[in-house]
């Protein structure tokens, strides 16, 4: 029989190098006994606190397990259950001998590490549902609290994205677990409060400064492992994005005041023209307009560097602002079809919107699209021209009347425009369409079916383009 002490409870690196040394030893999931650290030894079966550890790896064998497996078990670990290090083994040791295991959702072990990996992602989201913000002081020393009592081990998984959301403001998440808290710099957690300090809402503000004065230097013991668990959330889903590198920076000293957006947040910072990459994690602290406070993330355009058609939409979605990605939701597999249909190759096509912030009402729990002012694509049409430099596309799709105000940097009816190709200053070629959003909304069963037909005839003209770039190549 083998102990294994995990550094906490959700210490994945710990886990999963551990299992991977016993299964290469052919120990069997009933051999191996999971314990946390600071666990009491109460805690653990009689006779095991001198259990003997693994003894190091002599062989170069190895054997693989699904990728889908190791993003289940990174959220499944996050799960209350005491028994979930245990259950993931189990799957690891069956999977060495049955690699398609995990399609098997009547399997026991499959259904129950599915369900408690569905059940952390719904905490994490009811945690980004619920989650109100109180300010404690005023003006130059505002800071704002929060409190929330998470089902699971959440609370490192779901900071990044507080972060995001409300990069503008010192805030901190009060929970009996662990606290998290932002300067505008970078995520740093302390120790949970304990449930007889658990705050009622008149007793938040009076919680948070016995806690978490501005002025008092952040622990930094706690966090080694949530670290770690930070850069796991970065792999967990594309909610969370790229924006974990400078969270991982060590906690600096609370300022007691508003921090403004460092200076490579502000959109005067440039990268190369054709570095798209570049580009692309630049637009993700862009501050040009007062979007970003209430979006998710930055959407910035995807695809190839070598397009030679470029699809301009109005602005993320609901769905397009949670994944990161443009075109994901209904509208994108209604262009998708589209495209198909037309003929026009997808997988060589840059799409992108005219901004890059989803806009938005909320009405309950749901986000209302709000159309973007003028203002708004005036302050992204520096992005759409970067992002034209890079690309250096032949062919420019406007879709929708916000893409056409964008690409020709004024009002343009889709109507006196549309399905003709148009030379723009630069030299290139524009066609307007209309959104293939526009599509879904109308009411009318046959002017949906008549109007389909017309967009997919307008990205003919496109497919025609992109079939001559191919031929002259």
């Not at 710990?14 to 991977?20: E, I, P, Q, S, V």
């Not at 799960?79 to 026991?108: C, I, N, Q």
Request: with cysteine.
């Amino acid at each position: 029989m083998y102990l294994v002490t995990l550094d906490s409870e959700t210490d994945f690196d710990g886990w999963r190098k551990a299992a991977r040394a016993f299964a290469l030893h052919h120990v069997a999931p009933a051999d191996v006994v999971w314990h946390v650290q600071g666990q009491t030894k109460d805690q653990m079966p009689p006779g095991l606190s001198e259990a003997p550890s693994l003894p190091p790896i002599e062989t170069e064998s190895t054997f693989t397990v699904p990728a889908n497996f190791i993003e289940l078990a990174r959220i499944a670990i996050l799960h209350r259950e005491g028994e979930r290090f245990a259950l993931l083994y189990r799957l690891l040791w069956r999977l060495k001998a049955d690699h398609d295991l995990l399609v098997t959702m009547s399997d026991p072990d499959v259904a129950q590490a599915t369900a408690m990996a569905g059940s952390v992602q719904r905490d994490a989201q009811r945690m980004r549902d619920l989650v109100r913000f109180r300010e404690i002081g005023r003006e130059q020393k505002a800071h704002y609290a929060a409190w929330f009592e998470p089902e699971h081990h959440i609370v490192a998984f779901a900071a990044p994205f507080f972060a995001r959301r409300f990069a503008d403001m010192p805030w901190s998440i009060l929970t009996p677990d662990v606290c998290a808290h932002w300067n505008g710099h970078a995520i740093s957690f302390t120790p949970g409060i304990s449930r007889t300090e658990w705050p009622a809402p008149g007793r938040l503000e009076e919680t948070w400064r016995r806690h978490f004065q501005p002025g008092r230097l952040m622990t930094t013991d706690a966090p080694v492992k949530l670290r770690r668990n930070l850069q796991d959330a970065s792999v967990l889903g594309s909610v969370l994005g790229s924006i974990l590198g400078p969270l991982l920076a060590d906690a600096e000293r609370w300022t007691g005041g508003r921090i403004s957006p460092r200076p490579e947040a502000i959109m005067g910072h440039k990268a190369a023209a054709n570095d798209l990459e570049a580009l692309r994690e630049e637009a993700a602290h862009c501050r040009a307009c007062p979007l970003y406070k209430d979006a998710t993330q930055t959407v910035f355009g995807e695809g190839p560097k070598d397009a030679t058609i470029m699809l301009v939409g109005e602005q993320p979605g609901d769905k397009e602002d949670l994944a990161g990605h443009p075109f994901v939701g209904p509208a994108g597999q209604m262009l998708d079809r589209a495209l198909e249909e037309a003929g026009v190759d997808r997988k060589k096509v840059y799409v992108t919107n005219a901004v890059k912030h989803f806009k938005f009402v909320p009405r309950g729990k749901i986000r209302l699209h709000q159309k973007p002012a003028t203002p708004e694509i005036k302050a992204c049409r520096p992005w759409y021209e970067r992002e034209v430099a890079a690309i250096q596309p032949e062919l420019i799709v406007a879709m929708g009347a916000t893409a056409a105000q964008s690409v020709f940097g004024k009002i343009t009816p889709i109507g006196k425009t549309r399905g003709r190709l148009i030379d723009l200053p630069d030299g290139r070629k524009a066609l307007v369409t209309v959104h293939p959003s526009y599509l879904l909304r109308l009411p009318d069963p046959e002017a949906k079916v008549l109007e389909y037909q017309r967009f997919v005839e307008d990205l003919k003209i496109a497919a025609s383009l992109q079939r001559k770039s191919a031929r002259a190549a």
